[in-house]
């Protein structure tokens, strides 16, 4: 049988990015100003401009055919004890969803994992490479064409920031929330799990059975370019949840962040060295 050379740690990653606007990096890399969102608006995004930067999906707890009445009804059944229950459709798919989680503040970010770069099979240094392909890229802007950029203020072109030590951005948004008043137990940090919703059939149901609001982690699989890993903050404190409407500051990040100014319409390039141990 061949060797294949895998990485020990296939999962964990290096870098983190964040598609935006010029305006809103260098706010983030020169005074930490982080804007979170909420799955609703992401939800009515979408309904307006499409799938990409938005998603119609978020926050569904479980979902059928419009039609299949009896499973309809099953789920319906199951999740009633949550007060705020909501159906969502989505063409002709019921979701069932929270409304409360719906209105949580989440901030979203690109994770580099290990696995996405091919792994050596000799110690020593090496270069890496990989692709974070152009659809990621394009899906936040809108899918702009690449001669619209000039067209825009300087502002409001696009950016992508660049975390290149996420634990120690991750502490500084720790402290930072902590001093709102914001619990520990309150803040949710996971990845995305994206689902193929159609695996069994388009006519197929999903229940998710996870326990709110961790089905904030789940997205349709086509959405699986986006590589996503996703903060949640789980408060049903109404003040904090006014602080975190607007951008809050939680002190310069240029010593561990940098931003780039370029439309990737054709997907970023990446390249590192890498010393290689192997056990």
Same mark, same amino acid.
């Given at each position: 049988?061949?060797? #294949?050379?895998?990485?020990? @740690?296939?999962?964990?990653?290096?870098?983190?990015?964040?598609?935006?606007?010029?305006?809103?990096?260098?706010?983030?890399?020169?005074?930490?100003?982080?804007?979170?969102?909420?799955?609703?608006?992401?939800?009515?995004?979408?309904?307006?401009?499409?799938? *990409?930067?938005?998603?119609?999906?978020?926050?569904?707890?479980?979902?059928?055919? +419009?039609?299949? +009445?009896?499973?309809?009804?099953?789920?319906?059944? %199951?999740?009633?004890?949550?007060? /705020?229950?909501?159906?969502?459709?989505?063409?002709?798919?019921?979701?069932?969803? $929270?409304?409360?989680?719906?209105? &949580?503040?989440?901030?979203?970010? !690109?994770?580099?994992?290990?696995?996405?770069?091919?792994?050596?099979?000799?110690?020593? #240094?090496? =270069?890496?490479?990989?692709?974070?392909?152009?659809?990621?890229?394009?899906?936040?802007?809108?899918?702009?064409?690449? @001669? =619209? #950029? /000039?067209?825009?203020?300087?502002?409001?072109?696009?950016?992508?920031?660049?975390?290149?030590?996420?634990?120690?951005?991750?502490?500084?948004?720790?402290?930072?929330? &902590?001093? &709102?008043? #914001?619990? $520990?137990?309150?803040?949710?940090?996971?990845?995305?799990?994206?689902?193929?919703?159609?695996? !069994?059939?388009?006519?197929?149901?999903?229940?998710? *059975?996870?326990?709110?609001?961790?089905?904030? &982690?789940?997205?349709?699989?086509?959405?699986?370019?986006?590589?996503?890993? $996703?903060?949640?903050?789980?408060?049903?404190?109404?003040?904090?949840? =006014?602080?975190? /409407? %607007?951008?809050?500051?939680?002190?310069?990040?240029?010593?561990?962040?940098?931003?780039?100014?370029?439309?990737?319409?054709?997907?970023?390039?990446?390249?590192?060295?890498?010393?290689?141990?192997?056990?």
């Amino acid at each position: 049988m061949e060797n #294949v050379n895998v990485w020990k @740690s296939p999962e964990n990653f290096s870098l983190v990015f964040r598609c935006t606007t010029v305006e809103y990096a260098d706010s983030f890399v020169d005074l930490g100003e982080i804007k979170f969102n909420t799955p609703k608006s992401w939800q009515d995004y979408a309904k307006e401009y499409g799938d *990409g930067r938005g998603d119609e999906f978020e926050g569904t707890m479980a979902t059928c055919k +419009i039609n299949d +009445i009896t499973k309809l009804a099953e789920l319906i059944n %199951k999740y009633k004890k949550y007060k /705020d229950l909501e159906t969502y459709m989505v063409k002709d798919r019921c979701c069932l969803k $929270r409304k409360k989680d719906m209105h &949580l503040p989440c901030f979203c970010f !690109y994770i580099l994992k290990h696995n996405m770069f091919e792994c050596p099979g000799e110690d020593g #240094v090496h =270069k890496l490479t990989t692709k974070i392909p152009a659809s990621y890229f394009r899906d936040f802007t809108d899918d702009m064409e690449f @001669s =619209k #950029v /000039d067209e825009l203020e300087e502002r409001k072109r696009p950016a992508v920031v660049c975390i290149k030590d996420y634990i120690e951005f991750e502490k500084r948004l720790l402290i930072a929330l &902590l001093s &709102l008043g #914001v619990k $520990r137990d309150e803040i949710i940090i996971g990845r995305i799990n994206y689902i193929d919703y159609e695996k !069994y059939g388009e006519n197929s149901w999903w229940d998710f *059975g996870q326990t709110p609001p961790k089905q904030l &982690l789940i997205k349709p699989k086509h959405f699986k370019q986006q590589n996503e890993a $996703r903060i949640i903050i789980n408060t049903k404190n109404n003040e904090i949840k =006014k602080i975190l /409407d %607007k951008p809050i500051k939680i002190g310069p990040l240029n010593d561990i962040a940098n931003v780039i100014k370029k439309y990737f319409y054709n997907g970023m390039k990446i390249e590192m060295n890498s010393n290689i141990e192997q056990v």
